[in-house]
């Protein structure tokens, strides 16, 4: 939000004093140029690795908001790891109130992450998923065809809708499409041969 990404407030103070790497969360609303002071605040030494920028902007927002966020920060030449976060850019209610993020929208953020990157000459650094290694049913879609009538409470009881290892497990493989075609290598075949 606007209000923590101020450089008085107690939040990015607290936050400057931490020697560890520091992720900033960005939505499609938030203006790039408050990113980019956010992150000369933090990082003033422009220090590699210490500032990872997580946009989670929405399937219908990342070819349109990415690009912007993109070139501000390489016009303020400043070091930043790049981490999509597809799911909560893509969190809808549905009819019956329930906060959900249709897996195709989290794939078609991820998609449209990789190619702004690519066309951008920015490297993307990795995808931060929302899961949990319990069974739930808070995502829609997937192998497991969760539709709207299965989705559980838990999601629109104080938390965003995370994804199951099934829905993990699937982004997870898009992610590695996505690595494929970036550098244009096989990857290993990685199933089990009986050795």
């Known amino acids: 939000e606007k209000e923590n990404l101020s450089k008085g ?21 938030l203006d790039p140029q408050d990113v980019v002071r956010a992150v000369q605040f933090m990082n003033p030494d422009n220090s590699s690795g210490r500032v990872v920028l997580v946009p989670g902007l929405g399937a219908d927002s990342v070819w349109s908001r990415l690009p912007i966020l993109i070139r501000a920060v390489q016009q303020a030449k400043l070091n930043v790891t790049w981490c999509c976060n597809p799911v909560s850019g893509n969190v809808i209610k549905t009819s019956m109130g329930v906060s959900t993020c249709p897996i195709t929208l989290a794939v078609a953020e991820i998609d449209g992450f990789f190619a702004v990157h690519r066309t951008e000459g920015s490297v993307p650094g990795g995808v931060h998923l929302d899961m949990t290694g319990l069974v739930v049913s808070e995502c829609i879609g997937g192998s497991m065809s969760v539709d709207e009538h299965q989705l559980s409470t838990t999601a629109s009881q104080g938390h965003r809708p995370r994804l199951n290892v099934s829905q993990a497990l699937e982004i997870t493989f898009e992610v590695g ?3 494929r075609g970036r550098h244009r290598c096989p990857l290993p075949d990685a199933r089990y041969t009986g050795a």
């Open 177 to 179: 499409k996505q690595l």
């Open 9 to 29: 407030s107690v939040f990015m103070n607290a936050c400057r004093e931490v020697r560890n790497p520091v992720a900033i969360h960005i939505d499609r609303e």
